[in-house]
């Protein structure tokens, strides 16, 4: 009789966790249908390049169409001095649209310049696009099932990603690229992937930790060695005066914009030091009490990295630590942080009801954090990074109580 009930109550437990993956999937599509019919009626009414006052379509894409046809045109020299990069925009704008800057390192630009080969819309579309591919197959490569990677491309996260131009699409899907556990014969794809991701260095933060505790020694040097070749390339092709320009005067700017400068993108990061800003601590003050947690949360991570059983395990909490330690991460990244939270939820094979309900919690946390972000920073209660530790809590938990092996602690990869 005993047996009887376990087995009801197991298929109870899979019939709801059915529901919730059906609820969450149609959510998704109903966030992609309604954000490309928003994209669409913007385009159709757009006035040139604006959408309404000072504001582009397709948002910071602005900035990646400006640095490739000024490569195409021969100013690759005025890309990283802010004020010539603005200079230049105004030449095809008609209105003032904020501090604008290329924000990534030179090495970027071997991979930006062919946004200028075509008009502003084309580019966009074929950018958008490839970004949602490269998210898919990412999601695919690193074990998602078809249903999994439809909810990531159609999330809330994704389309943010798409409406304001941003690359968060693309870097998630490097990532998880990076971290798969599909390891043979994929270090040559690991390494690249983790090299393009020095060019958002604060996606990919964790990834060294990571290496170090698997004992990946030939993906860390083969990276290091990558990452260093292609800073020369750059070097050659740009000249090192372009490194000079954005170490001293893009990231100067960039600096002083997020540790004093006001205006809604404070609404679109998670992260502890804005949230420390947004309650009325300086920027200083805000980066070191940011810099505080960072330091407590890490050995917490190093705990359960060690004692996880599988490369998955591993994935998981790293994927939502990088939310919770980089400082400038955006809205539009927060796929990182669904995408963590959908391996928990594949991890956790518990029958136990209050836990399956706390999992599917943090995976609609995950899922609804980008609508909720901009409303709640605004606001005056800057919560997410209360949201995205709890969703840490719970995967730390998930795997602690996962099952063990039976033949002791082992790992799906140790070394290349």
Not at 341 to 364: I, N
Request: glycine share 8%; with cysteine.
């Amino acid at each position: 009789m005993s047996f009887v009930t376990d087995v009801s109550d197991a298929s109870r437990l899979a019939w709801i966790g059915w529901i919730n993956h059906t609820l969450l999937l149609l959510a998704s599509l109903a966030s992609a249908v309604f954000s490309i019919d928003a994209l669409w009626m913007a385009y159709v009414e757009a006035d040139g390049f604006f959408i309404g006052p000072h504001q582009p379509f397709g948002g910071d894409f602005i900035n990646l169409w400006t640095t490739a046809r000024m490569m195409l045109e021969g100013k690759v020299g005025d890309i990283y001095r802010h004020e010539a990069f603005m200079a230049y925009q105004h030449g095809f704008l008609d209105q003032h649209i904020g501090l604008r800057l290329w924000a990534y390192p030179p090495h970027s630009l071997f991979m930006a310049w062919p946004a200028g080969l075509a008009g502003y819309f084309v580019s966009f579309t074929v950018f958008s696009l490839f970004g949602l591919m490269i998210l898919a197959a990412g999601a695919r490569w690193f074990g998602f099932s078809w249903g999994e990677t439809l909810m990531l491309v159609c999330s809330p996260a994704a389309m943010t990603c798409l409406t304001l131009g941003q690359t968060g699409s693309i870097a998630c899907g490097l990532l998880l690229i990076a971290l798969s556990p599909r390891r043979s014969n994929a270090s040559g794809l690991t390494i690249a992937s983790a090299t393009i991701l020095t060019i958002k260095p604060q996606i990919g933060v964790l990834l060294p930790l990571l290496w170090l505790i698997q004992r990946r020694w030939l993906s860390i040097g083969a990276t290091a060695v990558t990452v260093l070749l292609i800073v020369g390339l750059s070097a050659a092709a740009f000249g090192w005066q372009a490194g000079r320009d954005y170490l001293g005067n893009t990231l100067v700017a960039l600096s002083a914009l997020e540790h004093r400068g006001t205006g809604p993108f404070l609404g679109m990061i998670p992260s502890v030091f804005v949230a420390m800003r947004l309650v009325g601590f300086d920027g200083q003050t805000a980066s070191l009490i940011h810099l505080a947690f960072a330091l407590a949360i890490i050995p917490v991570l190093i705990w359960r990295l060690v004692a996880a059983q599988t490369a998955m395990q591993q994935a998981a909490l790293v994927l939502i630590a990088t939310c919770l330690v980089a400082p400038y991460l955006h809205v539009y990244d927060l796929t990182i942080l669904l995408s963590g939270v959908l391996a928990v939820a594949r991890l956790d094979k518990s029958t136990d009801p209050v836990r399956q309900a706390l999992v599917k919690l943090a995976v609609w946390a995950g899922w609804g954090l980008p609508l909720l972000l901009m409303p709640m920073n605004m606001s005056g209660m800057p919560l997410a990074p209360v949201f995205i530790g709890l969703i840490f809590i719970t995967a730390c938990r998930v795997q602690l109580f996962a099952g063990r092996p039976s033949n002791g602690r082992t790992y799906l990869q140790t070394s290349d």
